[in-house]
T-cell receptor, first 111, second 112 residues
């Protein structure tokens, strides 16, 4: 069965520092992969998605993610974090009928 | 364009009471979903409807029922609420495989 693992429950970075959030997936076929962000008390907003083609995907708010099939990973990166990036981030894999999410990584940004 | 809407935004129930959470989308999407979100567990799929007229169980269906009323609307019913169903419930929709899934703002449910 498909599954998504986000190894880091909570990450703290300083404003202006780089960020990498890890995501590993388990899925038999070619995956459709997503990163969503959730601000406190809000719904989920799509940051970026990967279906096929170029393994480096650009998203909104300066985020990017790289698909590595050999490592079953889809890590999210940002070169310079802003205080407004503090939120919870979810990696997800889509299947024929549904979407499975990781447990999320909460990002805290220090001034 | 409202996207995905959910009602109510917040609800308090006593154990054993019933209620229905409403969801509607105006994007002409085929598939609709109900998730619950609990701390440290991400989003877990309760039920989904791949197309109008069909519904299927997800990861955590026990204690819930759903109705795909038409293409726009997908409701979630708790027949006899339990404290373990205290959670935030999200409705979502998408057009098809590989398409972006859009989420509603959520319903916070507290069962006492």
């Amino acid at each position: 069965a498909q599954s998504v693992t986000q190894p880091d429950i909570h990450i703290t970075v300083s404003e202006g520092a780089s960020l990498e959030l890890r995501c590993n997936y388990s899925y038999g076929a070619t995956p459709y992969l997503f990163w969503y962000v959730q601000s406190p008390g809000q719904g989920l907003q799509l940051l970026l998605k990967y279906f096929s083609g170029d393994t480096l995907v650009q998203g909104i708010k300066g985020f990017e993610a790289e698909f590595k099939r050999s490592q079953s990973s889809f890590n999210l990166r940002k070169p310079s974090v802003h205080w407004s990036d503090a939120a919870e981030y979810f990696c997800a894999v889509a299947t024929n009928n549904d979407m499975r999410f990781g447990a999320g990584t909460r990002l805290t940004v220090k001034p | 364009n409202a996207g995905v809407t959910q009602t109510p935004k917040f609800q308090v129930l006593k154990t054993g009471q019933s209620m229905t959470l409403q969801c509607a989308q105006d994007m002409n999407h085929n598939s609709m979903y109900w998730y619950r979100q609990d701390p440290g567990m991400g989003l877990r799929l309760i039920y989904y409807s791949a197309s109008e007229g069909t519904t299927d169980k997800g990861e955590v269906p026990n204690g819930y029922n759903v109705s795909r009323l038409n293409k726009r609307e997908f409701s979630l019913r708790l027949e006899s609420a339990a404290p373990s169903q205290t959670s935030v419930y999200f409705c979502a929709s998408r057009h098809g495989l590989g398409e972006t899934q859009y989420f509603g703002p959520g319903t916070r449910l507290l069962v006492l």
